[in-house]
């Protein structure tokens, strides 16, 4: 499985941006999918999830409200929507995915994937 993130780029607070991952290999639909950040100094952290069906997902409390993750397996596509970005969110952001997923299951550790994308910057600015 090869995970290609894109979307990234520099917004000014308040401002949307909206992340792509395309997957190539495996069973797109399979896959519960997922989005983590890592900010400079700081530890890579959980930012939204979606389970093998669209109508499980899960996100941190910190974007809850702000962010929407979808998917479309067609396309073998995962999408996280942001919208009223803050300062804080400015991170690399990474998308996961991972290939042993339950249909019920919606994984927020970062252990429990198994393949990431390269990452990509988002910088939000004042």
């Known amino acids: 499985v090869q995970l290609q993130a894109s979307g990234g780029g520099l917004v000014q607070a308040g401002g949307s941006l909206t992340l792509s991952c395309t997957s190539s290999g495996g069973t797109f639909s399979r896959h519960a999918m997922a989005w983590f950040r890592q900010a400079p100094g700081k530890e890579r952290e959980f930012v939204a999830a979606?389970?093998?069906?669209?109508?499980?997902?899960s996100y941190a409390d910190s974007v809850k409200g702000r962010f929407t993750i979808s998917r479309d397996n067609a396309g073998k596509t995962v999408l996280l929507q942001m919208s009223s970005l803050k300062l804080e969110d400015t991170a690399l952001y990474y998308c996961a995915a991972d290939v042993n997923a339950i249909l019920s299951n919606v994984p927020v550790e970062s252990r429990s994937y198994d393949y990431w994308g390269q990452g990509t910057q988002v910088t939000v600015s004042s």
């Open positions: 979606i389970g093998r069906s669209s109508s499980r997902t």
